[in-house]
Every structure is written in C-alpha cells, then in structure tokens.
C-alpha cells in the first residue's frame, strides 16, 4: 500500500496536533497514577488533600482539550479532503479529540461547574442515604442530576430520544433504537430460561463457600492464577482496595486490584479474574498507540466484554476448574475436602434471583441491567419521576426477578452511578456480555480446541487471539466497527442467549 505524502502545511498541522494530543495523555497517565493511589494506599488524611491538586491537574488538562490550539488544528484536519489523507490511527485520534472537544464545547462552563459540585454533594448524599436507608435525603439531588442530565442531552444534541447523547458517552453511537430490540429479546428469554431453572427442582448449592478462606491463601492463589491467564506481570500490578478497578497507567503498567474477605472467596477469584480481563486488553493495545487518545478501549461495552470474557466464558468453565482445581484444593485443603470438581463447579454457577447486582449470577445479571436501563430511560424521556423510583424499582423487581427488596438500601439506592451523572452507563455492563458471547462465537469457530486449550491450561492462545482481533486496535475502531470487524456481523442478541441457554441445559438438566 502506498502511503499518501501529505503536504508540508497539513503535515506540520498532523505533528502539532500530534504532540498536544500526547501530552493530554501525559495528564491522563498521571491522573491515572493519582486516582490508583487514591483508591489504594493514599493514607486517609491525605487524600481530600490530594483530591485539590488532582483537581487542578484536571482544569488544566481540560484546558488542552478544548483549547484554540486544538480547535484550529482539529478544524484543519476534520476538513473532508484533508481527513481522508490522514493514516487510519490519525484519523481515529482526530475522530476522538474531535468528538470530546465539541461535547466540551457544548456545556457553558458555569452549568459545567454547577454540575461537578452537584456530583460531588451527591454522592455524599447517596452515601448518606444508602447507610440510613432514607431515599428521600438523596431525591432532591438525583432530582436535579436528572435535571442536568436531561440538559446535557439537549446540549450534546440527538437524533431521536434524548437519553441516546447520554448512551453514547459509554458506547459511542448507540441509540434506545438498536437497544431496545436487544434487550427485550435477552430479557424475554432470560426470564423463560429463569422460570424453567426455577422450576427444575434442581438447586446445586453454593453453601461451600459459606466458610472462612485464609486470606493469605486467597491471595497466593489469585497471584499464581494471573500470569498464567497471559497477565504481564512486569507491565502491572495486583494490589488489594475495597471496590476492585483495573487502571491501565500507560501500555507498560496496567494495574489490577482485587479484595479479599475471608467469607467471601468468590469475590476474589472471580473479581481478579474479571480485573485480568481489562488489564489484558490494554495491556494488549499496540504499543505505538502509546500517548495517543486511542491507546484505550473502545468503549466501555467492549471493554466489559473482556472481563467477563475471561471471567466467564473463560473462568466459569468446568474446563478451567479441571486444570486448576487441584491447585485450589491444595490451598484449602479443609474447606475443600470431600467437594468433587463437579459439585464445585455447580456451586460457582447456580443461579438465583438476588437483590443486589453485583452479587448476581451471569443469567439474573442482565435484568439487573435492564430494569436501571428502563427507568434511567424513563426519567430521560420525562415518563418517570424520581419521587416515584422506590416503587418504579421494587415493582420492576417483581416483574424481572420475582422477588422484592426489603429496603430502598438493597433496592433502588445499591449502586453508586447516579450519584457522580453516571447516566447511561449500565447498559454497557450488557453489551459487554453480548459482545462477548458473539465474540465467544466466533472464536469457538477459528479455534475449535478451544475448551481443550482451556482444559490444559494454555490461556495464551486465548489471549492471543483475543490480542490479535480485539486489543491491539485500542480506540481505532467504533464498537459497532470492531463487532463487525471481529465477528463479521452486528451485534446481536441471539449468541448470549444460545450461550445462556445452552449452558444451565447442561448445569440444571433442563
Ligand atoms: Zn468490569
């Protein structure tokens, strides 16, 4: 392929764009620093101090991104003549910076400021709220975050439902149109699938894992599992912190955390795992993409779908547990006594409608998701009121789940997302598991000894394929690009939902 000389001028535009684009990243990478230390071991005292400077680190890498600079050269090279000239990475870098700067520009910075104190105040309030149980302390905040949200919308501007400029923060390009017929096939057949696993009077238990696992052991295991599932250990880091992140710093140090309770050992191997995932991609992500805006996922769907790749399709195979069972048993050799592979393996996957999403298996997961993707749709849409939430939520409850929650603290104020304006952001824990499953598809075909690779413990195949098709493109790509590019199709709903309903056949003798 012949590369295309561009001319003197557009060239130089092309490097200085290229150099403030770095150092944005540099920012980022330090902010990336700040925010691990922050929720690892900054000493308490310390860190509202420290919130300050990252603060003003923050201003000032806003600044870049909006900053004449980077409108003049982001005017010369959207150009369409000019555009069409640039490499394919320019071209996503230019796509990127383009994109934030506009949505930057779209908020006058008072409603900005307004916003970033509201977010602030609501969180201490939903952390109030959550440990009185008292919803109505936290409804005059959501009440004006939704208010904001709702203008964000209107700023950002949309085609046709205004909660379609808010999905797109997450997963660029999405719209309530390609969602909804997603989701109401999964939701339709999840909740058949659930009926009939609740009606199979088949119920493997997981009261194997209500024991104390040694805290130490827990840890020398997730340290011997990492690398061999592809981890970098000399480009990362595992550390221990209360709410288990991944933080990709730069290509070459991408960190994952984890937490470890002695009651709770499930939490450790699968959320470390699930933290593998990410790390993987970006540790995966061409190394020349290194200080450009595209070094990241693609989104934050596809993103999530190699975690639970890995946690899932990967981790939760009685494969998996064929390899690595006996290293378990040898950690906890008590707790473990007398439990055959079999049963351990239908302890870590039976299923049960449960109040808290975190907390739920694969298949009731996803109508966590789409009970907060219909009521942050509705309160976009004006069709829900926040004052009405408790009910909206336990009666959605009901209808997805069949069971109600006892109090609003293990109902409708369990997750921290609204809080911060994280509107928009649930349905990519979904996708993630739909593009994974699609993914999963695909690469059961290319590779057909899959699970035997699995089985015999060579992950590196896995990650390599997963390398070559997924994480080295970063950013290049949209998410509905990468699909199509991974898997030859648009996403669609019908591999979760065989996945799902192939795999507690087996489990729950359907
Ligand atoms: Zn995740």
New binding site residues.
């Given amino acids: 392929m012949t590369q295309q000389v561009l001319n003197a001028s557009i060239q130089k535009t092309v490097e200085q764009f290229t150099a403030l684009d770095e150092k944005i990243c540099h920012y980022g990478n330090i902010m990336g620093l700040l925010g691990w230390d922050a929720r690892t071991y900054a000493p308490k005292k310390g860190r509202p101090i420290f919130a300050k400077a990252k603060g003003t680190l923050s201003t000032e890498m806003f600044k870049l991104s909006v900053s004449q600079e980077m409108g003049d050269y982001l005017e010369t090279l959207t150009k369409p003549e000019v555009f069409a000239q640039l490499d394919s990475a320019t071209q996503a870098c230019v796509r990127e910076r383009n994109k934030d700067y506009n949505k930057s520009k779209s908020i006058p910075s008072d409603v900005y400021n307004e916003y970033v104190v509201l977010a602030s105040n609501a969180n201490d309030a939903w952390e109030e709220a959550r440990s009185n149980d008292d919803f109505s302390y936290f409804e005059p905040y959501l009440e004006k975050m939704i208010e904001m949200k709702k203008q964000f919308a209107e700023y950002y501007g949309y085609e046709n439902h205004p909660y379609d400029a808010l999905l797109d923060e997450f997963e660029p390009g999405l719209t309530v149109e390609k969602l909804d017929p997603l989701f109401a096939d999964l939701r339709e057949k999840s909740i058949d699938l659930l009926n009939r696993i609740q009606q199979s009077g088949r119920k493997p238990g997981s009261e194997i894992f209500n024991q104390t696992f040694d805290v130490e052991k827990q840890k020398a295991f997730a340290e011997f599992i990492i690398p061999k599932l592809g981890y970098d250990l000399d480009a990362g880091r595992l550390d221990e912190t209360t709410h288990p992140f991944a933080m990709g710093i730069n290509t070459g140090d991408v960190r994952i955390t984890t937490r470890y309770e002695p009651e709770n050992m499930r939490m450790a191997i699968f959320g470390t795992i699930?933290?593998t995932g990410?790390a993987l991609y970006e540790q995966g992500v061409n190394a020349d993409y290194e200080g450009r805006v595209i070094r990241r996922g693609a989104s934050f769907g596809i993103?999530?779908s190699q975690?639970r790749f890995l946690e899932n399709f990967v981790g939760r195979t009685k494969e998996f547990w064929t390899y690595f069972y006996d290293d378990l048993k040898q950690h906890f050799p008590h707790q473990l006594s007398g439990i055959s592979l079999d049963e351990f393996f239908r302890a870590i996957n039976c299923v049960e409608p449960s109040l808290i999403r975190v907390e739920a298996d694969e298949l009731t997961y996803n109508l966590h998701i789409m009970l907060r993707y219909e009521i942050e749709k509705g309160l976009i849409a004006g069709d829900i009121q926040v004052k009405d939430l408790p009910d909206v939520w336990n009666e959605k409850m009901v209808d997805y789940l069949g069971i109600t929650p006892p109090s609003n603290r293990l109902g409708v104020l369990q997750d921290v997302h609204w809080s911060h304006g994280g509107v928009g952001y649930f349905p990519s824990y979904s996708l993630g598991n739909l593009y994974g499953a699609q993914m999963l598809n695909k690469i059961v075909q290319e590779i057909p000894d899959f699970y035997q690779l699995i089985q015999n413990g060579e992950f590196m195949k896995i990650r390599e394929w997963l390398r070559e098709n997924v994480h080295q493109y970063g950013k290049l790509y949209t998410p509905a690009e990468l699909v199509k590019k991974v898997t030859g199709e648009e996403l669609d709903a019908s591999y979760l939902v065989e996945y799902l309903e192939q795999k507690y056949t087996k489990i729950y003798d359907l």
């Fill in positions: 699930h933290e990410h993103h999530e975690s």
